[in-house]
């Protein structure tokens, strides 16, 4: 009887750990898109409009909001098929020029903040617990709500959440651009697009001197 009673003990004990950590993992993912989100905005409200320059706003989205995304994992599902086609240089080329893509939709966002907020409601883990969905609204200073989803990922080797799509009125940000780049793919080479997206990256920099 006394096994019995331990061996359904422990049984107990091992379903009631595991809600603990599917909570805390809950938690920590909600805290992953808090944290880059409020923090930013807090930063922006500190600042007049005109001391919003793109340098400025630049380096707040590289402090908050890119720790807490993975870019090769967003690189990965952007290109499809067309990743496990390309050589190591050219991943290693379409992460950093789709990682500066990032940086200035992120940034163009931001510098445009006029006392908008991002609320978002608790994660929903799924079954396995590794991965979660952050359901938030964007409320904008017209009274229009606009619903913005995160969907992260949990890193073992890191310990920590980290972000691989935002899906923002229904579009999937990933699926978008892997439609666009498919459609490209298709009619140049992998060099070729490369080429393309530095020089998308370029054009602003030159017109900014």
């Known amino acids: 009887m006394q096994t019995i009673f331990r061996k359904s003990f422990s049984v107990i ?16 993912a909600l805290a ?4 880059a989100t409020d923090s930013i905005i807090s930063e922006l409200t500190k600042l007049d409009p005109e001391a919003r320059t793109q340098d ?12 807490a995304i993975d870019e090769q994992k967003i690189a990965m599902g952007v290109l499809g098929k067309y990743w ?9 080329q379409f992460i950093a ?9 992120y940034t163009g966002a931001f510098k445009a903040f006029s006392g908008e907020k991002l609320v978002f409601e608790k994660a929903v883990l799924s079954p396995d617990g590794d991965k979660a969905i952050v359901k938030g609204q964007f409320q904008q200073s017209n009274g229009n709500q606009v619903p913005v989803d995160f969907r992260l990922y949990y890193n ?13 009125s229904g ?8 439609t666009q780049l498919s459609e490209r793919l298709q009619n140049v080479n992998m060099d070729d697009l490369l080429k393309e997206l530095a020089n998308e990256q ?4 030159q017109a900014q001197r």
């Open 156 to 168: 073992k080797d890191e310990s920590k959440w980290l972000i691989y799509d935002a899906v923002i």
């Open 56 to 67: 400025k706003v630049e380096s707040l989205v590289l402090t908050y909001i890119v720790p």
């Open 171 to 178: 579009l999937s940000m990933v699926k978008t651009y892997r």
């Open 32 to 35: 992953t898109v808090s944290k």
């Open 84 to 92: 496990r086609q390309a050589t190591p240089d050219q991943r290693t």
């Open 97 to 105: 020029r789709f990682r500066e893509q990032q940086i200035r939709t």
């Open 202 to 205: 370029a054009a602003p920099q």
């Open 13 to 28: 004990f091992a379903i009631f750990a595991m809600l603990q950590a599917a909570h805390a993992s809950s938690e920590d």
